[in-house]
């Protein structure tokens, strides 16, 4: 990186071309509570042990998913990664491999996107997976923005049990594209009013199963309403190994499925990086509008097995106004992650594991709705269920927590403001064991 020096003249002149009085003008719209006074409270100069040392000691103020009971999800999940999935993305032929702007020189790279556009269209129940895209949240995004573009429509519905993270980067974009989006109020353990928003002017419906609540739903009814009406529908996941268990979005009805693959082969990872997974049915407009890349199978002029790039829309391959998407960062090793462990795992794997989950889930809806003053709202879910709790919610989590206990999302957290306080979010995975569960109830009994 060049260091280019600016003198207080240049920048006088540079504030006088777009008009700003000073430099703290620029950050205006940091609240001022936000904006330091001064300079950072940090020593002039540390050895390298000192600094390590402080950093250990502010790191260790944190309870970590790895230490204590947790049975935190809404749209992240706690799941046992095999070293091998570790071992081998840090292989230097893959770790050294980016993006293959000379996609027939990377066949490795290209035969790896194939086989996660293959697992990923059989687990969505369609037939068509893009190579990947950055997260759950910006794939909804662009499904938005895809089905607009295909039924020519400028209006989108979105169900109250959207995950509001999701809903929020779909506004985002939205917004900029002229698009209106219109959301039901969410009903935790139930079913919003979506479908009664479904007008002939609606481009797509948008639907999480399991949705936000952890609550499962038929989406046939729902797709043959939207489809009644011309429009799309969108099913959104935020945890892929239900569909080890949960019967296909498509094989329901979706035309577009997209979610979160972070459950397979993807820590947590204080928050990132994830990989959106992205795809739809096989009709001509829906693979031309698809956002992303396409990674094919061909044969060379001999007859010999190869991998090319297909299809590459997005603006780093095309004109800019002629992109299907300018966000649709392909997060390739998180993809090569998923791909490894699903490979690990094969079909059988996946619905064990799926099982397993389930079953914790069950056992912690069992002992959670025996405790006096709790409800479970949901009637049928995959491993993450909502609570109604006597007190707020809030206030339980940050006493489970000071107790050495994760114990969820407070709805209210999701959703300020919408009269959700007493709502608890509670996801089990196969890494609780009955220790974490014996925790969870006896915690519950004191604090509640």
Known sequence: MRYLPLTPEDRKDMLETIGAPSVDALFADVPETARLK??????????ELEVERAFTAMSSRNLSASTAPFFVGAGAYKHHVPATVDHLIQRSEFLTSYTPYQPEISQGT???LFEFQTQVALLTGTDV???????????CAEAVLMACRITKRQRAVLSGNLHPHYAEATRTLAKYMDIEIEAAAPVPGGLDAVSDALTDDVACVV????????????????AEAAHAKGALLIAVFTEVVSLGLIESPGAMGADIVVGEGQSLGVGLQFGGPYVGLFACRDDRNFIRNLPGRLAGETVDADGRRGFVLTLSTREQHIRRD???????TNSGLMALAFTIHMTLLGEAGLRTLARLNHERACEMADRLAALPGVEVLNSAFFNEITVRLPKPAAGVVEALAAKGILAGVPASRLYPGKGLDDLLILAATETNTDADLDALEAGLKEVL
């Open 38 to 47: 001064g300079p950072v409270d940090l020593p002039r100069r540390a050895t």
């Open 110 to 112: 290209l035969q790896t």
């Open 129 to 139: 997976a893009n190579a990947s895209m950055y997260d759950g949240s910006t794939a």
């Open 207 to 222: 639907v999480q199963n399991p949705d936000v609540f952890g609550q499962v739903h038929d989406l046939r009814p729902l």
């Open 322 to 328: 002629k992109a299907t998407s300018n966000i649709c």
